[in-house]
């Protein structure tokens, strides 16, 4: 899930390889090849030796490393490295991939950016080349594989401020995905989607003074659409839209805004310059353990980084991207940069590195995925169970969100109840309004 708590304080062809269907295999794959071993599993790293082995750190874990900020990592900090542990991508997407990609263009549109023509499914550039490979690279992760259907029963957000001081919320959230979808047994279009894509719900369920405040957020296949944004108050019984001008707001006071929706990126991709900044190996936290118990519980603090529990990091080989808004979008928006770390393998973010309109580092984002057996499909890394933690080092406050917390379900695709079917209640602003009765 997105991990946005209490969101209502507004929020050129590619040809598909015929190998694409020969990476699923009935079993998980592990990396033991040369490049995979740059790092041996077993290796332990922390404050005495992280140096050595910076080159496969994002920046932003470097600086924690480093100690450039008030946030910086604890003396006891571990990262214990194991094998690089593959699941092969759905039989479905992959066969999308190999139908479609090869006509996928890319189109120019008058504002200088970019968009697509001919997509219908799967990755859109499975092999994305140059020109306009970074903005390839971010297509390929806007229609990454999700389950068709995700629901988190309790999700916990909680912030940190500079005295220590700690709050939390927690909500129940609803994602679904109403177009080009590849899950057996679906069409790839939901009926009376109308022209959406994806939908996320949100809706409070503590602290009770802000219990069944909700947000509806609405994303449209035609890529140049934005947003559409809705708050339910329950103090006036009626949901409300958001302008699109709140896009940099804080989320209920936490670290989030609505442009990291979609665990960790949803903005407009019609509106972005995206370059390709390296090809590189990183260090990253996938396949892990929800940490049990209430935060700051089984969270390495004081900065809540994750400890030895949650499990083994990984060798992951990423695409890192540099996203900036277009000249004409530019002139108040959150970020000056933001650089993303894309796994090859799945598409989905596991760090973000944001920065202010001076360029000057921000917030550092960890993205700790759990990998979720899906019905029908497997395990799936990008399915929306993980842990966001977001460390804002110019004001010395941080949030972490884990969707779900550890001792309520989370539920996917046909595992769902059937009351998480409901179109209406949870991808229509009407459906906000029905929350109450």
């Not at 929020?11 to 390889?17: D, E, G, Q, S, Y």
């Not at 219908?120 to 992760?141: R, S």
């Not at 296949?221 to 019984?237: E, I, K, N, T, W």
């Not at 979609?262 to 929800?290: C, H, P, W």
């Amino acid at each position: 899930m997105t991990g946005v708590i209490g969101f209502i304080t507004v929020l050129i062809f590619a040809v598909c390889p015929m190998s694409a269907i020969a990476q699923v295999s009935a079993n998980t794959k592990t990396i033991a090849d040369g490049a995979a071993e740059a790092i041996p599993p077993g290796t332990t790293i922390n404050m005495q030796n992280w140096q050595q082995y910076r080159q496969f750190m994002p920046d932003g874990m470097a600086a924690l490393f480093e100690g450039k900020y008030a946030w910086k990592m604890p003396p006891d900090a571990a990262l214990e490295v194991g094998p690089t542990i593959i699941h092969p991508l759905p039989r479905g997407y992959l066969a999308a991939t190999e139908k479609y990609a090869g006509q996928v263009q890319l189109q120019e549109i008058p504002n200088g950016g970019l968009t697509l023509r001919n997509y219908q499914g799967g990755a859109p550039f499975p092999n994305p080349q140059e020109p306009h490979k970074g903005w390839k690279i971010l297509a390929n992760l806007w229609y990454r594989y999700t389950p068709h259907l995700s629901a988190d029963t309790y999700a916990d957000g909680c912030l940190v401020d500079p005295h220590g001081s700690i709050s939390c919320d927690a909500a129940e959230i609803v994602e679904r995905q109403l177009a080009f979808n590849t899950d057996p047994g679906l069409p790839a279009t939901i009926p009376g989607a109308e022209g959406k894509f994806f939908t996320e719900w949100l809706m409070v369920l503590e602290p009770e003074q802000l219990r069944y405040s909700a947000n509806l957020n609405i994303s449209y296949a035609d890529l140049s659409r934005p947003d559409d944004q809705f708050v339910f108050l329950p103090a006036l019984r009626r949901a409300q839209p958001v302008s699109t001008l709140a896009r940099c707001s804080p989320s209920h006071d936490t670290d989030a805004t609505p442009e990291e929706l979609r665990e960790g990126f949803d903005s407009n991709l019609t509106q972005l310059k995206v370059d390709l900044v390296a090809e590189k190996k990183i260090l990253a936290l996938i396949d892990i353990t929800l940490p049990q118990g209430k935060f700051p519980q089984n969270f390495d603090m004081p900065l809540g980084w994750p400890t030895p529990a949650w499990g083994k990091w990984q060798l992951r080989d990423t695409y890192v991207i540099s996203l900036s808004k277009l000249p004409a979008y530019a002139s108040g928006y959150c970020y000056g940069k933001r650089v993303l770390y894309v796994d090859k393998q799945f598409s989905a973010p596991v760090w973000e590195d944001m920065y202010d309109m001076t360029m000057q580092p921000w917030k550092f984002m960890g993205l700790f995925l759990k990998t979720c057996n899906v019905p029908q499909i497997g395990p799936v890394n990008s399915c929306g169970a993980l842990l966001e933690s977001y460390w804002d080092v110019k004001n010395t406050h941080s949030t972490f969100f884990v969707d779900p917390d550890a001792a309520h379900p989370f539920y996917t695709n046909e595992d769902a109840p059937k009351e998480y079917a409901d179109l209406v209640r949870f991808t229509t602003a009407p459906g906000l309004n029905l929350i109450m009765r």
